[in-house]
């Protein structure tokens, strides 16, 4: 095929079965000596869908990444992305992918405009394309203002922006982001949610891996967990939620001064209820059978309840249920650390 | 849990083949990255103003220091100096391609390059033609400097055009021994500091900036295998007159026998880590 300058005609793959698979991963496994990084693999991403790969530090996400992004050879197994085999195929490959990585990569020297014009000249957008892409795009990411400064000048944020940006310029089919929103504050971390989901619904697949349960249970309809390079869970988020059974429930007295008598009532049913700290309390893992008993039980005490609220348990609590063990992964994003709140 | 058991991928579920970039594409993209690299060394005055003035205060320094010492006068030493600067110029531009890489990869770009459908190879080129840009414009800063400092060139300017051409072949030999040093190193700064290990030696146990004779037997042993002495006089011969043959072709079969040895090693390094 001859490819003349500009975008390469893209042959279209032919698919197999899992024709609607953006990814697939099969039995992929990658040594380091004793390290099992990933220990035989599988996963499927659908097209126009965000999975999220959840795991502790060391589990094996960035070196699924890295491999699926064509940095790393697996030792073992097969991976196909965009319809383009990792090993076979990665310059096909390369032109259906966006990447950001655990660490930014952007140029130190440069602004943050001009990294991004040099990636759409690499990726054959011609002066102007490029320039409106870059400038789109730094619009997009808050970073105009920005635009003509050294990136070493840049706050964590903004590098963090700047390196999605530059991922997202060849507007890629599947985009592969490594703990993307770690170490960002609130603010900023919402205004990357936000750019990943208006990725979604341009179209572009996402495959997402992250130690937060509440960046997966915003952003991924699906979810694999990853514990020391094997996958230990792999579903929809509501249903992996469910399997850990039971939802947590909380309750708040009509009268406050009657918080302590409600916990009595619920105990002597063999239910154990905790005060909430928010002047409630909560019961967690009950079934439909304990929930109406519960309520009926408060009823017939006398006891009023003002508010009664059931949820599911955190993606932490199904974590926690999985491994049995405790997690080294935070409960939630923390809160902020700027210069301001340490001094 | 939802996953069945997963069956092995069929045999390619994928049209066979790859697709390189196509050479037009390649040109475009070493001309962009190229610009990226120059656009690095505008930003990093530092490093221009090292490229520029180290030769100059190097030629300040030893014309007025030594010159009257080893040549009898600072007129006599400058024509006795400066050709072998050159060869000097060709090797600090290979060190800095080294440096260079080791950034590129230390801080992640080079990932971020891997990851778009770019030749590996064009990445280099770039690096290659913006040192080699830098150290155009510090022969011509020199050469100048020189002029006005009482430098004449005797022979004519093909002869000039040769001593570049030269110098060029050994920064051309000497860029992959740098570049195996830029993806060996932790670090840029280490590669700096291995660099320099590698460089001074060559520099100073030269026939550079002093005449050979009167050192003991064991430097000249080792002056007189130094490809910079063979740069120096053949570089010398050049521009002042003289032998010029057996420095030539001593500087020269010192570029072949690094580009040999360390070629097929650095690429070979290269595209295992890209
Ligand atoms: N280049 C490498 N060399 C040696 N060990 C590595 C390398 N990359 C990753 N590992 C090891 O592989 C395991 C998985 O690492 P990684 O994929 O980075 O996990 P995660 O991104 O989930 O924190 C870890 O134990 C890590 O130390
Ligand atoms: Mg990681």
């Given amino acids: 095929m001859t490819a003349g300058f500009g975008i390469v005609p893209r042959m279209e793959p032919t698919t197999d079965s899992n024709n609607a698979a953006a990814v697939q991963v099969r039995g992929l496994a990658k040594y380091y000596g004793e390290t099992r990084a990933l220990d035989g693999v599988d996963l499927d991403v659908a097209e126009g869908t965000v999975m999220g790969v959840l795991g502790p530090n060391g589990a094996g996400k960035t070196t699924l990444v890295r491999i699926l992004s064509t940095l790393v050879r697996p030792d073992a197994g097969r991976a196909v992305v965009a319809g383009w085999d990792v090993e076979r195929q990665p310059y096909r490959l390369r032109h259906e992918i966006g990447l950001t990585g655990q660490y930014a990569s952007v140029d130190e020297l440069l602004s943050g405009y001009e990294n991004l014009y040099l990636i759409g000249r690499l990726l054959d957008l011609n002066a102007r394309g490029a320039r409106r892409r870059a400038e789109e795009l730094l619009e997009r990411f808050s970073l105009t203002d920005a635009a003509g400064r050294p990136t070493r000048t840049y706050s964590g944020g903004m590098r963090r922006r700047l390196d999605l940006a530059a991922s997202m310029i060849g507007r890629p089919r599947v985009l592969f982001l490594d703990e993307p929103t770690t170490g960002l504050d609130p603010r900023t971390r919402n205004e990357v949610w936000a750019e990943v989901r208006a990725m979604v619904d341009e179209g572009s697949t996402v495959l997402l891996t992250t130690q937060y349960m509440e960046e997966a249970e915003q952003l991924a309809s699906d979810l694999t967990v990853f514990d020391h390079g094997k996958v230990i869970a792999a579903g929809g988020v509501e249903t992996l939620k469910r399997q850990v059974g039971g939802q947590s429930l909380t309750i708040r007295p ?8 409600m916990i009595r009532c619920l105990a002597e049913r063999g239910l154990a209820a905790v005060p909430d700290g928010a002047g409630g309390l909560t019961v967690p893992a009950v079934d439909e059978a304990q929930l109406t008993a519960v309520v009926a039980a408060l009823g017939t005490s006398g006891l009023g309840i003002a508010a009664l609220e059931t949820r599911l348990p955190s993606l932490d609590e199904v974590f926690l249920a999985i491994t049995g063990e405790q997690s080294t992964v935070p409960a939630a994003v923390p809160a902020p650390t700027s210069l301001e709140s340490v001094a | 849990m939802t996953t069945l058991a997963a069956p092995a991928l069929a ?21 962009a990255l190229t610009r990226r690299n120059l656009m690095r060394m505008k930003a990093d005055p530092e490093s221009l103003l090292d490229a520029l003035f180290m030769p100059i205060l190097f030629t300040v320094l030893f014309v007025y220091v030594f010159g009257g010492a080893v040549a009898g006068n600072s007129h006599n030493y400058i024509q006795y100096m400066i050709p072998g600067m050159f060869g000097q110029i060709g090797l600090s531009l290979a060190m800095a391609v080294g440096t260079g890489l080791n950034t590129d990869f230390t801080t992640g770009v080079m990932d971020r390059f891997r990851t778009m459908p770019i030749a590996r190879s064009s990445v280099l080129i770039a690096k290659l033609l913006a040192e080699s840009c830098r150290s155009a414009v510090s022969l011509v800063v020199l050469v100048l400097f020189a002029m006005c400092l009482g430098l004449r060139i005797h022979t004519s300017p093909v002869n000039v055009l040769a001593t570049l051409g030269l110098a060029l072949a050994f920064g ?8 195996l040093l830029g993806m060996a190193m932790p670090n840029p700064q280490a590669v700096q500091g291995v660099g320099m290990l590698i460089i001074v030696p060559l520099q100073f146990g030269s026939s550079t900036f002093a005449p050979v004779h009167s050192m003991p037997g064991w430097l000249q042993a080792f002056t007189s295998v130094n490809p910079l002495s063979a740069l120096a006089d053949a570089s010398r011969a050049l521009i002042n007159g003289g032998p010029v043959l057996h420095p030539a ?3 020269l079969a010192w570029s072949v026998g690094l580009t040999v040895v ?13």
């Fill in chain 2, 249 to 251: 072709l001593l500087a």
């Fill in chain 2, 172 to 179: 051309t030999g000497m860029v992959w021994v740098s570049m």
């Fill in chain 2, 262 to 274: 360390f070629a097929p090693l650095a690429v070979a390094r290269f595209r295992k880590r890209t």
């Fill in chain 1, 254 to 261: 009509a009268q406050g001064a009657q918080l302590d008598a």
């Fill in chain 2, 11 to 31: 045999a390619p579920a994928v049209p066979a083949g790859d697709n390189r970039t196509s050479l037009r594409a390649s040109l475009h993209h070493i001309g």
